[in-house]
Structures are given as structure tokens and as C-alpha cells.
């Protein structure tokens, strides 16, 4: 196949339990000596707040939160990243996606609202660099954090997919991300109604009803299926003797339809049917 006909796309993904097992606040929390349940206390009371963008509650703890600014170094955050549990094959995925699958090349990016320095240090001999875009800060002399930079959450995320987009002068129709949780709403809503393509990597209802595709595990490449679905067209036969072709077999795949109902009480009689 010549190069002109390569279709080009932007594969962006979330970090922290999209290609980890963990949330940086939790392993943070542990380093520094801060219970983990005063982490998700303080986390949880911004969110039902609204007091900070979904995703940015801990930049703005490390920040603002006294005991938080006064622990934490950027060196902390580098530790961070050796102790996240990354999901296997995030590697594979990457040389995958850059020029595994014939006639397609997926631009990689991982935009998150976790610290750079975290991501950066998790995925170091992974991803490139350059490739990461996650929240950013500004030190003192003595390493204390001073100011964020940037904030990659919420909206933010939503203006660094059409920085790259812009950039790499991809079309909106070929933009795919994949994400987790509340904090991915806005960019996947921006996403689909750019006729681009969403996948969730979990079962958050309020994220499952926006993304197009939810596909669930424990290795980073099985966010491939949906891809060679839905965008290459692939059927299951093609995608499983691909998958074998990196070593995979697929022991289980379930397609399943899942209604969520919520049944309550009527407020006035309602006469039983006679049987």
C-alpha cells in the first residue's frame, strides 16, 4: 500500500485507571504520609462541590491544601510514577497504533489531569515524552510547588486535543479517545459531537452512555477491538488472528447490552392484573 494512502488519526487516552490500575492521589497520599482516606475525603467534597474541574482535585490539593503543599516535592511526584501499576502492553499498544495495522497510523497521545511529572516517570522507555500532556507546575528554589501552569481536566483536556488536532491538521472525524471516568466527559461529548470516536475503559454509567464503544481488561491493547471495529472493519475473525499474530489468544470476548432501571413505588394504587 503507497503512503499516500495511509489514513492518518489521533488516538488520545486518559492516564491514571485508563492505562493504570491506580489514581496518583492514593500512591501520593501513601508516599508522603497522608492517610488515603483523607485523600478521597477532601477529593470527593471538591467534586460534589463542583469546586474544581472533574479531575483537577488533586492539583488543586497540591496546591491549595495546606498539608499537601507542605509535603509534596517534584520529586515525590517522580516517585509516584515508579509505583503506579501500569496496565500490561502499553508499549505494544503504542508501536501498534504508530504502525502495526496495515493502511492506518494513529498519532498517540495521553492527556491527563495527573502531574507530568507523574505520567512522564510511569511511562519512561514507553511513550515519548512529547507525547504527554498532563498538569503542569511552576517550583520554588526549594521544590515546593508555587503555581500550575496548566491544567490538564475538564475542559482543559478538551483544549489540548484541538491544540494537537490543529497541530497534526487531522480531521475531527478522526480523532479517538479513550477514558474512564467523570473527568473524560467533556472531552468525549467535545469528541462525539465532532463525529469522532469515544471508547470507555470502564463501567461508569454516566461515561458508558456518551462513549460509542466500552471495552473492559486488564491489558492496554484490547482498546484495539473497538478500533478495528468500528474505524478499520474489521470482523472478529480478522482481529483475533491479528491478535495472535502479537502472541494474544483471545480466551474470552462478551458483547453485552446492559440496561440500568431504577424501579420505585408508585404514588397511587395501581389495580393488579386478575390472573
Known amino acids: 500500500m ?3 494512502a495511509v489514513k492518518n488519526y489521533l488516538f488520545a487516552s486518559d ?5 493504570t490500575f491506580n489514581d496518583s492521589g492514593y500512591v501520593l497520599s501513601e508516599i508522603v504520609g497522608i492517610p488515603t482516606g483523607e485523600f478521597k475525603r477532601k477529593a470527593e467534597g471538591m467534586a460534589k462541590l463542583n469546586l474544581v474541574q472533574q479531575g483537577a482535585e488533586l492539583a488543586y490539593l497540591l496546591l491549595h491544601d495546606p ?7 517534584r520529586e515525590h511526584l517522580y516517585e509516584v510514577g515508579k509505583r503506579i501499576r501500569l496496565k500490561e502492553n502499553i508499549g505494544l499498544l503504542y508501536a501498534i497504533l504508530d504502525h502495526g495495522i496495515p493502511g492506518y497510523h494513529f498519532e498517540f497521545a495521553i492527556l491527563s489531569a495527573a502531574p507530568l511529572e507523574v505520567i512522564q516517570s ?3 522507555g514507553i511513550v515519548p515524552k512529547e507525547k504527554i500532556y498532563g498538569t503542569e507546575f511552576r517550583y520554588t528554589e526549594r521544590g515546593e510547588i508555587d503555581t ?3 491544567a490538564t481536566a475538564g475542559y482543559g483536556k478538551v483544549t489540548v486535543l484541538d491544540e494537537l488536532q490543529e497541530k497534526l491538521q487531522i480531521g475531527a472525524d478522526h480523532v479517538v479517545y479513550a477514558g474512564d471516568g467523570s473527568s473524560d466527559i467533556h472531552v468525549m ?3 462525539k459531537a465532532r463525529d469522532g470516536f469515544s471508547i470507555s475503559v470502564s463501567e461508569s454509567r454516566r461515561v458508558a452512555h456518551i462513549a460509542e464503544r466500552t471495552v473492559l481488561g486488564d491489558n492496554a491493547v484490547v482498546v484495539l477491538v473497538p478500533i478495528l471495529e468500528e474505524i478499520v472493519g474489521w470482523r472478529r475473525p480478522q482481529i483475533r ?3 495472535e499474530s502479537y502472541g494474544f489468544l483471545t ?5 453485552v447490552h446492559t440496561d440500568w432501571l431504577t424501579l420505585r413505588p408508585a404514588l397511587t394504587e395501581v389495580p393488579r392484573a386478575s390472573m
Open 2 to 4: 503507497s503512503e499516500t
Open 15 to 19: 492516564f491514571d485507571q485508563t492505562l
Open 67 to 73: 498539608e499537601f503543599r507542605s509535603r509534596v516535592r
Open 122 to 124: 510511569a511511562l519512561e
Open 148 to 150: 500550575i501552569l496548566r
Open 189 to 191: 461529548l467535545h469528541v
Open 241 to 243: 488472528s491479528f491478535l
Open 251 to 255: 480466551q474470552e470476548w462478551e458483547s
